[in-house]
């Protein structure tokens, strides 16, 4: 059997507080009935047996009810204490509110039962409606703490749910944010990875260049694209810059690139990669004159300008093909460049650049591939395709 949990601070206190009321009331003589086989003293009896059974009201509140209606039985066969009345009241309200729920539905209804029954027995008896008040008394000892019961416990019941509510929709808001930030992060970090990349590996390329040949015009050449990468990239770096100060809410900044800024793309790449012996073609080929929603635009951008950037690091001599296409309401992009062994300088990778343009493409809902091809007459080639959604109502949300 489980042993009975410390008696609470606060019961302790109405145990006390009841025992002291009903000894006042024993010695100045009022009681609640007369004429009864048992002498005055006899009333300490039940009052203190109810006094002991407040200290269950909380830690065993079934088991107190059930005793504290036996100890008030007993009481009527003394000149009876209104502070033992007073404190079956409580314990019938606490039986409600601390018990088990399937208490806290049982005693309003028993009690309820109890009241009508005692009602209609006693007035069947006296045959006078003064025995009404009798079920009045009744239902005021019984079926009154009972329902005041019902009321605070489903209180209790709504106050708690909500508080769990609450906390629920913190940690959810909570779990947003996380999600928000390392949504936003990955996003400056493609942003940062797409602008800036292109123009650090070829002022890699260039550099090594020029440190590894002892030619005045191919170092002044190499230097050349070497400040014209360094002043391109502090550009965008700049406009990074806006981007993380922007506070207006806006996802992207005003001025970001669309494919109408390729030709001047791919015009930079062919600067860059002449002295690696690669060339640049864009084959635009979309027939459908609509506009392309904006993140769409920005993604194609960046999953062309990542892949002549990997380009000018890894590809061998040979032409790097950028074709765009437009069919059934889906924009593809296709860059395929030469694949094989590379002589000369070349600047290292870490595979960001396709994990970024991966993502890029499957937030706006569409689909990404990139590897290396063999046609049908031996060549090596690396392509990179996506498709993306072209119209608004087929993003992905």
């Not at 208490?103 to 006078?128: D, E, M, Q, S």
């Not at 008394?137 to 009154?144: E, R």
């Not at 091809?373 to 993003?395: F, I, N, S, Y």
Request: some cysteine; glycine content about 10%; aromatic content about 4%.
């Amino acid at each position: 059997m489980k042993p009975l949990s410390r008696p609470d601070r606060d019961d302790v206190l109405i145990a006390g507080a009841g025992l002291l009321g009903g000894l006042v009331l024993w010695a100045v003589g009022l009681h609640t009935q007369g004429n009864r086989p048992l002498p005055d003293a006899w009333v300490l009896v039940p009052l203190v047996l109810m006094a002991g059974l407040e200290l269950l009201r909380r830690t065993a509140p079934q088991a107190a009810l059930v005793l504290g209606t036996c100890v008030l039985m007993a009481d009527q066969f003394t000149p009876g204490s209104l502070a033992t009345v007073v404190m079956f009241t409580d314990l019938v309200y606490a039986a409600v509110v601390y018990g088990s729920p399937s208490a806290a539905r049982r005693i309003p209804v028993t009690t309820g039962l109890i009241t009508v029954g005692v009602t209609i027995g006693f007035y069947a008896w006296f045959h006078k409606p003064q025995a009404l008040l009798l079920g009045v008394v009744t239902g005021l000892i019984s079926f009154a703490p009972a329902t005041t019961g019902v009321l605070v416990r489903n209180h209790r019941e709504a106050a708690d749910s909500a508080r769990l509510r609450a906390e629920q929709t913190a940690l959810l808001a909570e779990m947003d944010r996380s999600q928000a930030v390392v949504t936003e992060r990955a996003r400056m970090a493609r942003e940062l990875h797409d602008m800036v990349a292109n123009h650090l590996s070829a002022i890699a390329i260039h550099s090594t260049a020029a440190l590894s040949l002892d030619d005045p015009a191919t170092t002044r050449q190499a230097l050349s694209v070497i400040r014209e990468n360094s002043v391109d990239g502090l550009a965008e770096m700049r406009r990074l810059i806006g981007l993380l100060r922007d506070t207006s809410g806006r996802d992207e900044p005003t001025a970001a690139p669309t494919l109408a800024g390729l030709d001047a793309l791919l015009a930079q790449a062919r600067t860059n990669g002449a002295d690696s012996g690669l060339g640049f073609t864009l084959d635009d080929r979309r027939t459908e004159d609509g506009p392309l929603p904006a993140p769409v635009e920005l993604a194609a951008y960046r999953i062309v300008q990542e892949s002549l950037t990997n380009a000018l690091k890894h590809a061998v001599p040979g032409t790097v093909e950028v074709v765009l296409t437009r069919p059934d309401g889906l924009l593809t992009v296709c860059v395929t460049s030469p694949y094989g062994d590379r002589p000369g300088p070349r600047a290292p990778g870490s595979g960001a650049g396709l994990i970024g343009m991966r993502e890029r493409t499957e937030l706006l809902g569409g689909t990404f591939a990139a590897g290396p091809e063999t046609a049908a007459d031996g060549t090596k080639t690396w392509q990179v395709r996506a498709q993306l959604p072209a119209e608004e109502g087929m993003l992905s949300t």
